[in-house]
C-alpha cells in the first residue's frame, strides 16, 4: 500500500516562503508521478504543480515562477518550495500518487498539511 505523508506547512506572511515535503512509502517505484493539489477555503481542489519520475514538471498558471517542485527519487521525496506567497496560497495542501506515470490517475493521497499566508 502506497502512503504520502505532507509535512512543512505553516503561516507566513505575504512574500514570503515556505517548503512543504511529501515522503512517499510503498511500492512506489518505477513510472510514478507525484503531484501536489491545494483545497482554499470555501473553494474545490485544485492542481498545482506535477513531477514525474524523471523530472518532468507542470505547474498551475497561478503559480508559476513562484513554487518549485522537486523530488528526491532515492529517497522517495517530493518538495515543493514555495516563494511570492500570496493569500490567495492559503489552503490545505495534499501530496498525490499517480503509479502509471502519466500524471493523470492520482489514486493514492496523503492527509494534508494547512497553509495560511496573512498580508
Known amino acids: 500500500q502506497v502512503q504520502l505523508v505532507e509535512s512543512g506547512g505553516g503561516s507566513a506572511q505575504a512574500g514570503g516562503s515556505l517548503r512543504l515535503s511529501c515522503a512517499a512509502s510503498?511500492?512506489?517505484?518505477?513510472?510514478?508521478?507525484v503531484g501536489w493539489f491545494r483545497q482554499p477555503p470555501g473553494k474545490t481542489r485544485e492542481r498545482v504543480a506535477t513531477i514525474d519520475r524523471y523530472g518532468s514538471s507542470n505547474y498551475a498558471d497561478s503559480v508559476k515562477g513562484r513554487f518549485t517542485i522537486s523530488q528526491l527519487n532515492d529517497e522517495n521525496i517530493v518538495y515543493l518550495q514555495m516563494s511570492g506567497l500570496k493569500t490567495e496560497d492559503t489552503g490545505m495542501y495534499f501530496c498525490a500518487g499517480d503509479v502509471t506515470g502519466t500524471c493523470t490517475d492520482f489514486r493514492y493521497w496523503g492527509r494534508g498539511t494547512q497553509v495560511t499566508v496573512s498580508s
Open positions: 510503498g511500492p512506489f517505484y518505477g513510472s510514478r508521478c
